[in-house]
Antibody, heavy 115, light 108 residues
């Protein structure tokens, strides 16, 4: 059974950094592109970005709203995907989900950016 | 930036057929995916590649595509189908994901 577990969320001040983790099990992690999607309170889903698997070059793509501030990485030996969030803004407040191609999702982790 | 357009809400009585549309210029070239999200839960994939249904999803959920519009159809709506539904696709280059704004399905 595919399982994705996000962690690392919490309360952070504007301008600070936070790193989220997505720990995967139940599938061959290294074979898949890993994506991050967020949802602000009471709002819709917003794609954040993804990292392709190594066979596809391991390249990354980001939404315009986070490009230059967020970085996605992966450790295939540990089956973990990361979302490094720098220069956080209040509008980054959201539940952050990791997903494998939209077919499986974690439960999400809440990030609150506030002073 | 590329956008997918959904109606904000659809109301339907139990047993009727609900249709939720999603429009976007790149939809003739890019597959669409549909997600169901209930309060406090992660999204659940109900349709992929326009019209394919994942295992475990009831047969009453179906998808179709015509030109720049894709449609999620729920036949014989049940009370448990009340949820937010999101379409998702990619831009014309196939690089970036895009989500529609979501449609709140209310079962009267």
């Amino acid at each position: 059974e595919v399982q994705l577990v996000e962690s690392g969320g919490g309360l952070v001040q504007p301008g600070r950094s936070l790193r989220l983790s997505c720990t995967a099990s139940g599938f061959i992690f290294g074979d898949y592109t890993m994506s991050w999607v967020r949802q602000a309170p009471g709002k819709g889903l917003e794609w954040v970005g993804f990292i392709r698997n190594k066979a596809s070059g391991g390249t990354r793509e980001y939404a315009a709203s986070v490009k230059g501030r967020f970085t996605i990485s992966r450790d295939d030996s540990k089956s973990i995907a990361y979302l490094q969030m720098n220069s956080l803004k209040t509008e980054d407040t959201a539940v952050y989900y990791c997903t494998v191609g939209g077919a499986s999702w974690g439960q999400g982790t809440l990030v609150t950016v506030s002073s | 930036s590329y956008e997918l357009t959904q109606p904000p809400s659809v109301s339907i009585s139990p047993g009727q057929t609900a249709r939720i549309t999603c429009s976007g210029d790149a939809l003739p070239k890019q597959y669409a995916y549909w997600y169901q999200q209930k309060p406090g839960q992660a999204p659940l994939l109900v349709i992929y590649k326009d019209s394919e249904r994942p295992s475990g999803i009831p047969e009453r959920f179906s998808g179709s595509s015509s030109g720049t519009t894709v449609t999620l159809t729920i036949s014989g709506v049940q009370a448990e189908d009340e949820a937010d539904y999101y379409c998702q696709s990619a831009d014309s280059s196939g690089t970036y994901w895009v989500f529609g704004g979501g449609t709140k399905l209310t079962v009267l």
